[in-house]
C-alpha cells in the first residue's frame, strides 16, 4: 500500500502564493506519477499537474503558467507551488500516486486532501 499525507494549504488573497507538499510513505517504490488534483462542491475532482518519475509534466490550461509540479524521489515527495493565485482556484486539493498494474498493489492512491481558499 501506498500513504499519502499533504500539507502547506491554507488562505491566501488574491495574486498570493502557497506552496502544497505531499510525502509518501510504505511501497514507495511502486509509484510511477505523482501529480494533485482539486474538487470544489458539487463538481467532479479535476487535474491539476502530474509528474512522472522522470520529471515529465503536464498541466490543466488553467494552470499553466502560475503553478509548478516538482517530484523529489528521493525524499518521496511532490510538491506543488501555486503563483498568482486566483478565486477560482479555490477548492479542497488532493495529492495521488498511482501504481502501475504489474505490482502487487496498484491502483490509484489519494491524500486526506488540503484546503487552499483564495479571496480578499
Known amino acids: 500500500q501506498v500513504q499519502l499525507v499533504e500539507s502547506g494549504g491554507g488562505s491566501v488573497q488574491p495574486g498570493g502564493s502557497l506552496k502544497l507538499s505531499c510525502a509518501a510513505s510504505?511501497?514507495?517504490?511502486?509509484?510511477?506519477?505523482m501529480g494533485w488534483y482539486r474538487q470544489v462542491p458539487g463538481k467532479q475532482r479535476e487535474l491539476v499537474a502530474t509528474i512522472t518519475i522522470g520529471g515529465s509534466s503536464n498541466y490543466a490550461d488553467s494552470v499553466k503558467g502560475r503553478f509548478t509540479i516538482s517530484r523529489d524521489n528521493a525524499k518521496n515527495m511532490v510538491s506543488l507551488q501555486m503563483n498568482s493565485l486566483k478565486p477560482e482556484d479555490t477548492a479542497v486539493y488532493y495529492c495521488?500516486?498511482?501504481?502501475?498494474?504489474?505490482?502487487?498493489?496498484?491502483?490509484?492512491?489519494w491524500g486526506q486532501g488540503t484546503q487552499v481558499t483564495v479571496s480578499s
Open positions: 495521488h500516486s498511482r501504481v502501475p498494474i504489474w505490482w502487487s498493489n496498484a491502483g490509484d492512491y
Open positions: 510504505g511501497n514507495v517504490l511502486s509509484i510511477s506519477a
